[in-house]
């Protein structure tokens, strides 16, 4: 190339030279012509060594040589592949599989009038689900929860979920210290098939019995779960297995209602079937039966009636439980006898649009402490709630949800030291606000009327609560 643009060069500026009558200027000129022949091959000599990165950095400064043999010139290396395959290739790691997230409740709970206390062996104004409903009780945690979960493959993913707002007593004088962490779910799910329709659920996870139950409390509407359903399950979570099934018609349904901003109580399944030890959330197994349970429930679309329902769901539903339970009894210890624990139940919910209803209820026989005979027994049971709320997308406030819940509850609980009897009527109306999406303010006021859990107090305790919490999400 450097051979070809030498002899083109060459040629224009001989043709420029003057005819014979300038002969005498001939040799200057030739001169001049070499001139600029050697600066074209340094420039030439120059590009080259810019376009070849593997060529010496040295090469633009050698001097041309006054042969023009072309310059050999290192080929450059064939480019690397594209970052993007090898990107494409890499493994994932945990942190592009599992997310983390969380919630706390922050409460304030106010006896305006009532059995705010009492003498020994008299009921005082207390809840089995609120610690913070006391004689000098103000600013309590409900609740301090993270939650770590996602796919660890196509198949498989977990859920982990501690508690920090847990409270421990008997540390000084029978003094309660607050702010310990305890373990509320550890499990995994392992998918059937493709679609994710059956899974198998492993470790530590709810017991799939009551709606109520089954929703998350951070998502909730009232500040706490019924005595009446509750009292299947305290703190609402075993060790064991259970089987969900989810078919596609319904998860659709799920899923619009989520993404309409809905409070659904999760997708556990359409239908669950589980075996549990039966002791409990976070208790040792005292016997070798197992709790088993099944629970069904089903979303229907009410557009078919015309169009005042047009967009509304009712979902509705039931459920069963199988068990034998040992209780703690005084003055420590647990129970050397296992009582029958089973139990029906029942759900309709009517999804606000904007107004909507919710009821649960159930019936049974668990253990109960009889003051006459002074021991445990197995008696019969009821309760549960029925609750009407309404839905506003906007205002100058944000989204808010007032709502009102009346419940009653007869039976044992067998969560508390010897399954004291409760006797439960309440009524609680309330509101949640939503100024800003990750922010919950909940007012409300309960009229209670409670046996306390307690089978050394009798009687029932009546008062009037002022109850309030803030509930940021993360």
Same mark, same amino acid.
């Given at each position: 190339?450097?051979?070809?643009?030498?002899?083109?060069?060459?040629?224009?500026?001989?043709?420029?030279?003057?005819?014979?009558?300038?002969?005498?200027?001939?040799?200057?000129? =030739? &001169?001049?012509?070499?001139?600029?022949?050697?600066?074209?091959?340094?420039?030439?000599?120059?590009?080259?060594?810019?376009?070849?990165?593997?060529?010496?950095?040295?090469?633009?400064?050698?001097?041309?040589?006054?042969?023009?043999?072309?310059?050999?010139?290192?080929?450059?290396?064939?480019?690397?592949?594209? &970052?993007?395959?090898?990107?494409?290739?890499?493994?994932?790691?945990?942190?592009?599989?599992?997310?983390?997230?969380? !919630?706390?409740?922050?409460?304030?709970?106010?006896?305006?009038?009532?059995?705010?206390?009492?003498?020994?062996?008299? +009921?005082?104004?207390?809840?089995?689900?609120?610690?913070?409903?006391?004689?000098?009780?103000?600013?309590?945690?409900?609740?301090?929860?993270?939650?770590?979960?996602?796919?660890? +493959?196509? #198949?498989? +993913?977990?859920?982990?979920?501690?508690?920090?707002?847990?409270?421990?007593?008997?540390?000084?004088?029978?003094?309660? #210290?607050?702010?310990?962490?305890?373990?509320?779910?550890?499990?995994?799910?392992?998918?059937?098939?493709?679609?994710?329709?059956?899974?198998?659920?492993?470790?530590?996870?709810?017991?799939?019995?009551? $709606?109520?139950?089954?929703?998350?409390?951070?998502?909730?509407?009232?500040?706490?779960?019924?005595?009446?359903?509750?009292?299947?399950?305290?703190?609402? *979570?075993?060790?064991?297995?259970?089987?969900?099934?989810?078919?596609?018609?319904?998860?659709?349904?799920?899923?619009?209602?989520?993404?309409?901003?809905?409070?659904?109580?999760?997708? !556990?399944?359409?239908?669950?079937?589980?075996?549990?030890?039966?002791?409990?959330?976070?208790?040792?197994?005292?016997?070798?039966?197992?709790?088993?349970?099944?629970?069904?429930? $089903?979303?229907?679309?009410?557009?078919?009636?015309?169009?005042?329902?047009?967009?509304?769901?009712?979902?509705?539903?039931?459920? &069963?439980?199988?068990?034998?339970?040992?209780?703690?009894?005084?003055? +420590?210890?647990?129970?050397?006898?296992?009582?029958?624990?089973?139990?029906?139940?029942?759900?309709?919910?009517?999804?606000?649009?904007?107004?909507?209803?919710?009821?649960? $209820?159930?019936?049974?026989?668990?253990?109960?402490?009889?003051?006459?005979?002074?021991?445990?027994?197995?008696?019969?049971?009821?309760?549960?709630?029925?609750?009407?709320?309404? #839905?506003? *997308?906007?205002?100058?406030?944000?989204?808010?949800?007032?709502?009102?819940?009346?419940?009653?509850?007869?039976?044992?609980?067998?969560?508390?030291?010897?399954?004291?009897?409760?006797?439960?009527?309440?009524?609680?109306?309330? =509101?949640?606000?939503?100024?800003?999406?990750?922010?919950?303010?909940?007012?409300?006021?309960? #009229?209670?009327?409670?046996?306390? &859990?307690?089978?050394?107090?009798?009687?029932?305790?009546?008062?009037?609560?002022?109850?309030?919490?803030?509930? $940021?999400?993360?």
């Amino acid at each position: 190339m450097v051979q070809h643009f030498l002899l083109a060069a060459t040629a224009c500026a001989v043709a420029s030279l003057p005819g014979p009558a300038a002969a005498q200027d001939v040799q200057p000129s =030739i &001169a001049d012509l070499q001139r600029q022949i050697d600066e074209l091959k340094a420039t030439i000599a120059e590009l080259k060594a810019q376009r070849a990165p593997s060529a010496p950095a040295t090469l633009a400064a050698t001097p041309p040589a006054p042969s023009p043999a072309p310059v050999q010139v290192a080929q450059a290396p064939a480019p690397p592949a594209p &970052a993007v395959e090898k990107s494409a290739e890499r493994p994932r790691a945990w942190y592009d599989r599992l997310t983390l997230r969380g !919630y706390t409740q922050l409460r304030l709970n106010e006896i305006v009038s009532g059995d705010r206390n009492a003498p020994a062996g008299r +009921s005082r104004l207390r809840s089995v689900h609120d610690a913070g409903i006391g004689d000098n009780s103000n600013f309590t945690f409900r609740r301090i929860r993270l939650i770590l979960q996602g796919d660890v +493959s196509d #198949r498989i +993913s977990l859920y982990f979920q501690p508690d920090f707002a847990t409270n421990v007593s008997n540390q000084v004088g029978g003094e309660r #210290r607050e702010g310990f962490g305890q373990l509320r779910d550890a499990y995994v799910d392992a998918f059937l098939d493709r679609e994710r329709t059956f899974r198998l659920r492993f470790g530590q996870s709810k017991v799939p019995f009551g $709606w109520e139950n089954m929703q998350s409390s951070s998502n909730r509407l009232t500040l706490d779960r019924s005595d009446g359903i509750n009292s299947a399950v305290p703190s609402e *979570r075993d060790l064991g297995i259970v089987a969900y099934y989810t078919p596609p018609a319904v998860d659709r349904i799920w899923d619009r209602l989520i993404a309409d901003g809905q409070k659904l109580f999760g997708n !556990y399944g359409a239908f669950g079937i589980g075996a549990f030890n039966g002791q409990g959330t976070n208790r040792t197994e005292t016997n070798d039966g197992l709790m088993t349970v099944a629970m069904a429930t $089903w979303p229907f679309e009410l557009d078919a009636l015309g169009p005042a329902f047009r967009g509304q769901v009712l979902e509705v539903g039931g459920a &069963a439980l199988r068990n034998r339970v040992q209780p703690e009894i005084r003055p +420590s210890g647990v129970s050397p006898v296992s009582y029958a624990d089973e139990r029906v139940g029942f759900h309709a919910i009517l999804y606000p649009q904007p107004f909507g209803l919710q009821a649960e $209820w159930n019936w049974g026989r668990g253990p109960e402490f009889d003051p006459v005979l002074g021991s445990i027994v197995t008696r019969r049971l009821n309760g549960g709630y029925v609750q009407g709320m309404a #839905r506003v *997308r906007r205002s100058p406030l944000g989204p808010f949800m007032p709502y009102a819940r009346w419940q009653r509850y007869r039976g044992g609980w067998k969560a508390l030291t010897n399954a004291p009897r409760l006797e439960t009527d309440e009524w609680e109306l309330g =509101i949640e606000f939503q100024p800003i999406p990750p922010i919950e303010l909940t007012l409300a006021w309960s #009229r209670m009327e409670r046996r306390e &859990a307690e089978e050394r107090r009798d009687g029932r305790a009546e008062g009037n609560l002022i109850r309030t919490q803030l509930q $940021w999400n993360y």
